[in-house]
């Protein structure tokens, strides 16, 4: 029985632990960097910095500061795929933490979190498949956001396609609403990529097959999505157990081929304010570097 005792209490030591320190990993931000070999032979490498699900509540100071502080990598592009927002109040927030990186040129989509206000919800239930939005959901006030990005040139890619001038090369992007609660219409969007453009490249939120699918088909080189938070509770050795969509969980983060294409998706850069823990995988930003493909 004492034997029983200290077993129990150790466990319980052990998972008070646990617990603690996913709490800490939210604030263990981290830059990741990839080469994409995937531009013209002859073409100079394109910068673009990858930020995704800032979840942005007031008073995250060092959030704030380290996603100011990456402006010092000078990318050439930037561009968000979604979820800027946790607070109902946080747009000023997510405002304040891009604005050094507003003078980059950009593009963004949104994600559920910045059209629908937070709520507490039980993690087991991303065991039984894609957490599901109620009718009822406080809607957010996130006009102001895509006013304020917009404002400084950011292009909006809400089903929405643009031939983007980067530096000098040419981007053929195109974006699509969240799927996550079925905003996306690939059909406004939909066609083959421009063959002269240095880069095709999609932009969506949540990675669901039938817009990776759609995007593959019509022949982007590159995709980018986060939602996924990299599953957030990650097992070392094995990886993520849930990605909140019907992506497989073995490209819930980072670089992976899909069809024809490159898909990156971020394990982004925030979580949940009613769910503030990540264990074995940090919050991130990626620097994508967009070379020549070797002969």
């Not at 643009?162 to 799927?179: A, N, S, T, Y």
């Not at 240095?198 to 980018?224: C, E, F, K, N, W």
């Not at 998706?265 to 304010?273: E, F, I, Q």
Request: with cysteine; proline share 6%.
């Amino acid at each position: 029985m004492v034997s029983l005792g200290k077993a129990v209490m150790g466990a319980s030591a052990l998972g008070a632990a646990a617990f603690g320190y996913a709490h800490l990993e939210t604030k263990r931000f981290t830059l990741r960097r990839q080469n994409l070999r995937v531009l013209a032979s002859d073409s100079p490498d394109l910068r673009v910095l990858h930020l995704s699900d800032l979840h942005m509540v007031p008073g995250q100071h060092r959030k704030r500061e380290w996603v100011q502080s990456l402006v010092a990598l000078s990318p050439d592009a930037v561009v968000a795929t979604g979820d800027f927002l946790s607070h109902e109040e946080g747009v000023p927030a997510a405002l304040e933490a891009l604005a050094p990186l507003l003078d980059i040129p950009g593009a963004f989509v949104l994600g559920s979190n910045d059209y629908y206000a937070p709520k507490p919800i039980n993690p087991a239930r991303y065991f039984s498949g894609p957490s599901q939005v109620e009718p009822t959901r406080k809607q957010m006030d996130w006009a102001p956001l895509v006013d304020g990005l917009s404002e400084h040139g950011w292009l909006n890619l809400t089903n929405a396609e643009h031939e983007w001038k980067v530096d000098g090369r040419l981007i053929d992007v195109r974006g699509v609403d969240d799927p996550h609660i079925g905003r996306d219409d690939y059909s406004q969007v939909a066609g083959h990529f421009n063959p002269q453009a240095d880069l095709a490249l999609g932009v969506v939120h949540a990675p669901y097959t039938r817009v990776l699918d759609s995007m593959s088909a019509d022949g982007a080189q590159v995709i980018l999505a986060g939602h996924t938070h990299g599953g957030q509770l990650r097992v070392p050795g094995y990886g993520a157990l849930v990605t909140n969509c019907d992506l497989d969980t073995k490209r819930a983060r980072g670089l992976s081929f899909y069809g024809d294409s490159l898909l990156h998706v971020s394990a982004g850069l925030g979580c949940s304010r009613y769910a503030p823990f990540r264990f074995a995988c940090p919050p991130e930003a990626t620097l994508l570097t967009f070379s020549a493909a070797t002969s």
